[in-house]
């Protein structure tokens, strides 16, 4: 299985675009996209007891595509983040509403946000949403540095 990480800013998405572009023409790969920020920076997460007996959620938001194995099926955007509520609305009265094509597929608190969209739609509008609800929905202040890790399935 083959790893490429492509390291990015809010302001200079081409290359992860392309690479984007050229990883939806293989047999099903997909993207996750973390913030790239120093480890002092992460905050820790939950421990003691309950620590113990819950699922594991990031402690950072990590967004996911993974786009149509045909080409022509839905591809899939997903978003897990810590705040350990469902997210839907609040994005909603927050501006951050995806487009009217795009499918609600899941909100949880724990597994997160996930969204069915058309599989022709463009990398740059996939990131046009994708970051600003990544940025709403971290715990610390994100400076638009971004690291995607593509892989196959």
């Known amino acids: ?64 595509w993974v786009p149509a194995p045909d080409g022509k099926g839905p591809t899939s955007l997903g978003v897990q983040h810590p705040t350990g509520r469902k997210v839907g609305k609040e994005l909603g009265e927050a501006g951050l509403r995806p487009d009217p094509t795009w499918k609600g597929i899941q909100d949880h608190p724990k597994r997160g946000l996930v969204l069915e969209i058309p599989a022709d739609t463009a990398p740059t509008a996939v990131l046009a949403w994708l970051l600003p609800v990544m940025i709403h929905l971290s715990p610390i202040t994100l400076d638009g540095e971004w690291r995607a890790t593509f892989d196959h399935l």
Not at 35 to 49: F, L, N, S, W, Y
């Open 1 to 64: 299985m083959a790893t490429r990480i492509v390291e990015f800013t809010t302001g200079g998405l081409d290359e992860v675009c392309a690479v984007m572009a050229e990883m939806a023409d293989r047999r099903r790969p997909f993207m996750n996209v973390r913030p790239a920020v120093d480890e002092e920076r992460i905050p820790k997460p939950m421990a003691g007891i309950l620590g113990l007996f819950s699922n594991r959620v990031p402690v950072l938001p990590v967004g996911t």
